[in-house]
């Protein structure tokens, strides 16, 4: 396949990727996404307590969808194996019978290579992770 007609990977944009506030920290980052949501009508649930751990950030949307979300703010390779984890982890634990749907995304806030993107959005997809990232090509 050639560079031309090669499919890119799309990006989750359910919120702005650069939020208005300054992001420097992972608390930061749930914040500004929490609130922005919120005035989209979602309940929010941050630190949302399982059985076996506790996502960063549980939303239901007005629709009944659940959104599982982990933050990151760096795509180390130790931390996406953990985020990976963690997600595939906390959604086992939800009843998906009381929601429309349940979506598992993993919100890096730093900038990203291309490359590492795209390696991190296909492993993501493998295991029907959403991956909500920019790359620095994107940035500039």
Do not use: W
Request: proline letters at 5%; a positive charge.
């Amino acid at each position: 396949m050639d560079e031309k007609n090669e499919k890119k990977p799309k990006i989750v944009s359910l919120i702005p990727i650069f939020p208005p506030l300054p992001i420097r920290t992972e608390a930061d980052a749930i914040e500004s996404f929490a609130r922005y949501h919120r005035r989209a009508g979602y309940r929010i649930l941050k630190q949302a307590k399982l059985q076996f751990g506790t996502v960063d950030l549980a939303m239901i949307s007005p629709q009944n969808e659940l959104f599982l979300v982990e933050f990151k703010m760096s795509a180390g390779a130790n931390e996406i194996a953990h985020a990976l984890g963690q997600i595939l982890l906390y959604r086992e634990q939800v009843n998906t019978t009381k929601f429309v749907k349940v979506h598992s995304i993993i919100r890096i806030v730093n900038l990203l290579p291309k490359k590492i993107y795209k390696f991190l959005y296909n492993v993501c997809s493998k295991y029907g992770v959403e991956l909500m990232a920019s790359t620095e090509e994107e940035a500039t």
